[in-house]
Nanobody, 123 residues
Framework: QVQLVESGGGLVQPGGSLRLSCTAS????????MGWFRQAPGKEREFVATISRSGDSPRYADSVKGRFTISRDNAKNTVYLQMNSLTSEDTAVYYCAADYLRTSMERGRVGYWGQGTQVTVSS
């Protein structure tokens, strides 16, 4: 079992930046691939980014590539999502995810979810 708690969401103007954090408790954090997903109003939850257990080879959805950066600090049991050049299209609830299997996690089959944090991009 692992428990995930997100923080860092809020209201930001278009073009601005936010950094989300997700802190894990429970079993060994470094055993899990980690990821971020988001769900906008009226839409399905979608993949945003994942990162391997060791922090190598991040992967991104095309919609955020070049603007978002996923990273992790295994010593702090925390994964981050740095979001730059935000637009209204990025408005959503952002969810942290953890799983042993990275490919299936990217397809939405996730073992553990956080509770979500709201990101609103508006002037």
């Amino acid at each position: 079992q692992v428990q995930l708690v997100e923080s860092g969401g809020g209201l930001v103007q278009p073009g601005g930046s936010l950094r989300l954090s997700c802190t894990a408790s429970g079993r060994t954090f470094s055993s899990y691939h980690m990821g971020w997903f988001r769900q906008a109003p009226g839409k399905e939850r979608e993949f945003v980014a994942t990162i391997s257990r060791s922090g190598d080879s991040p992967r991104y959805a095309d919609s955020v590539k070049g603007r978002f950066t996923i990273s992790r600090d295994n010593a702090k049991n925390t994964v981050y999502l740095q979001m730059n050049s935000l637009t209204s299209e990025d408005t959503a609830v952002y969810y942290c995810a953890a799983d042993y299997l990275r490919t299936s996690m990217e397809r939405g089959r996730v073992g553990y979810w956080g509770q979500g944090t709201q990101v609103t991009v508006s002037s």
